[in-house]
């Protein structure tokens, strides 16, 4: 399961969940052309992928 936690504060979450089939999200980082990346969390089943949590106006580091 992927715990995601605020660096700056300590608050966190966990299992999220896909609404179209329940599987639970999947932390994945994504490298961008500039060779940057950006954390997502994806549903394992092809039905899309979110910008990862936010908190403190940073993101969320996952323990995945």
Same mark, same amino acid.
């Given at each position: 399961?992927?715990?995601? %936690? +605020?660096?700056? +504060?300590?608050?966190? %979450? *966990? =299992?999220?969940?896909? &609404?179209?089939?329940?599987?639970?999200?999947?932390? %994945? #980082?994504? *490298? $961008? #052309?500039? =060779?940057t *990346?950006? @954390?997502?969390? $994806?549903?394992?089943?092809g039905? =899309? $992928?979110? $910008? @990862?949590?936010? +908190?403190? =106006?940073? #993101?969320? @580091?996952? @323990? &995945?």
């Amino acid at each position: 399961m992927a715990d995601y %936690v +605020c660096e700056h +504060c300590g608050m966190g %979450v *966990t =299992g999220l969940n896909c &609404v179209k089939c329940g599987k639970e999200l999947e932390h %994945v #980082d994504l *490298t $961008k #052309d500039d =060779g940057t *990346t950006v @954390s997502v969390a $994806k549903c394992p089943e092809g039905h =899309g $992928k979110i $910008k @990862s949590p936010m +908190c403190c =106006g940073h #993101d969320m @580091s996952c @323990s &995945v």
